[in-house]
């Protein structure tokens, strides 16, 4: 994985060096563009040239939200690279902390090995308890490479024969626990018993003794290769002494030929010769591993736990995920943009209605909510789209265009049917005469209201069911406060 890692980096770096030159627009205020941004806009130039991006949901929803750019193409294409950008620069940066954080993990995990110059395995010092040992062993003159694994438990350095006598007086030396190990009976043993030397909560030490070594040691080491098919009976001794007490009791086990394949009898030696090392050299500060078996070279190295590959994998689909998150976010904007519009849809039907029964055209009315609108937001500092779709219609109408043309398409950069519904109203008031617009834009206005009520009332209900995860959370707690106290005062 190593070798992916680096490619991804190589990666970075060329796209860096050939993103060297690029001067992306500035995405927030104050900060210049950095690496990324410039590679970022490195990537959307190399894809939009090619036309594998698709501009055209993003191209629709940035006109819905900012309504001058339809006038402008530059504009609209200022913040769509803008909005890729972003995205781009996103994706790259947690791909680029993932594959270093990756990198880092790999490195990690090969610094804290306890193996030295290929042979060698540190022991634990007094007192610091037993290591668990994950090594891998590459045998020379096989046939193809194949490597083996063993589990080994290294004992932390043992004291001297004066220390321990010491010890052993203020520790209680005895366990208790079963013997057959891996066997499914003591009537057909085939592998190593699992002779225990203490038990937990006893204060006895057992110590085994067995009528025929040659087959089963006191360590519980099998040797039954030599073994005939009918299998031979040995007599185990468990020995139970505490002080001046002494028990024992017999076990006697019936001991078969092991069902090993090559390979596996081959292992198994390797494994009797670790034991063996380990043993042989407990008092030394390091145990050297054996260098070969049956005449075949050991090359010894120790696995190690490699968790850089999932946590890349993890970093780089959340890297996916924030850029897939830009899009849903973009269609938020334009959820909220079309609510407000429907908010504000009341407010402006009775303005209309309160200038147009003051005497005004429909198209004063019309510059005069906008003129208004336009000293509030420099005040305020509020946008409302609606009113800058107002600002738009002005523009055109001083720039010669008829109001039937800029009536329909008010209702058509609205994208909304009341809106819509609004802009026929005045269309039709140009072509029939202005008799009854009062009457349609009164009549517009009451049902434009009850709209409004009803969207309350929704808006409503929604954030009530947002708010019914926290009030149950909240219960529980409640529930946990008054109960817990009971259940204590009722025990005592």
């Not at 090594?135 to 003159?141: D, R």
């Not at 321990?164 to 079963?178: D, F, N, R, V």
């Not at 407010?347 to 000293?375: C, D, E, P």
């Not at 209201?449 to 947002?466: P, V």
Request: glycine share 8%.
């Amino acid at each position: 994985m190593i070798i992916i890692y680096g490619i991804v980096l190589m990666m970075y770096f060329t796209l860096f060096l050939l993103a060297a030159g690029r001067r992306p627009p500035p995405l927030e205020a104050g900060r210049k563009p950095g690496l990324f941004d410039k590679a970022a806009d490195y990537i959307y130039g190399f894809c939009k040239k090619r036309r594998i991006l698709r501009q055209e949901g993003a191209k629709k929803s940035f006109q819905v939200l900012y309504p001058e750019i339809g006038e402008r193409r530059e504009r609209e294409e200022a913040h769509l690279r803008q909005y890729y950008i972003r995205k781009i620069r996103f994706l790259l940066l947690f791909i680029f902390l993932g594959d270093l954080l990756a990198v880092c993990l790999f490195i990690g995990s090969r610094m804290e090995s306890a193996l030295e110059e290929g042979r060698y395995v540190l022991r634990n010092g007094y007192g610091e308890g037993s290591r668990e040992m994950d090594l891998q062993v590459q045998i020379e003159g096989e046939g193809g490479e194949r490597q083996e694994g063993y589990k080994l438990t290294v004992e932390e350095r043992s004291y001297e024969e004066t220390a321990l006598g010491k010890m052993a007086k203020e520790i209680p030396p005895l366990l208790l626990e079963t013997i057959k190990g891996s066997n499914l009976s003591l009537e057909e043993v085939r592998s190593d018993l699992n002779l225990v030397r203490r038990l937990e909560g006893y204060p006895f030490r057992i110590d085994w003794e067995s009528d025929d070594y040659s087959l089963v040691y006191s360590d519980g080491c099998v040797t039954n290769e030599g073994v005939e098919k009918e299998g031979k009976i040995v007599s185990l001794t468990a020995v139970l002494t505490y002080g001046d007490y002494r028990e024992e009791y017999i076990f006697p086990i019936c001991i078969y030929p092991p069902e090993y394949t090559e390979e596996e009898r081959q292992k198994r030696k390797i494994y009797e010769l670790l034991v063996q090392q380990e043993e042989k050299e407990r008092s030394m500060e390091k145990m050297e591993l054996p260098g070969s078996v049956d005449g075949k070279e050991l090359i010894w190295s120790e696995k190690t736990e490699d968790s850089s590959t999932p946590i890349f994998a993890l970093i780089s689909i959340g890297a996916i995920a924030v850029y897939l998150l830009q899009d849903k976010k973009l269609k938020e904007r334009v959820e909220q943009r079309n609510r407000q519009m429907l908010l504000d849809y009341p407010q402006l039907i009775s303005k209309l209605v309160l200038y147009i029964g003051a005497g005004m055209t429909i198209r004063n009315a019309f510059g005069k909510i906008a003129s208004n609108y336009r000293k509030e937001k420099h005040s305020e500092k509020q946008f409302r789209y609606v009113y800058e779709e107002m600002l738009l219609i002005c523009h055109e109408l001083d720039s010669g265009i008829s109001e039937a043309e800029a009536y329909e398409h008010f209702g058509k950069k609205c994208r909304l049917p009341q809106y819509t519904k609004l802009s026929n109203i005045l269309v039709q008031n140009l072509k029939k005469g202005s008799n009854g617009i009062l009457d349609a834009l009164r009549q517009e206005a009451k049902s434009a209201f009850e709209e409004r009520k009803n969207m309350a009332r929704k808006l409503g209900e929604e954030a009530g069911t947002k708010l019914l995860l926290p009030m149950m959370l909240m219960l529980g707690i409640v529930m946990v406060l008054i109960i817990v106290p009971a259940y204590f005062s009722f025990s005592a």
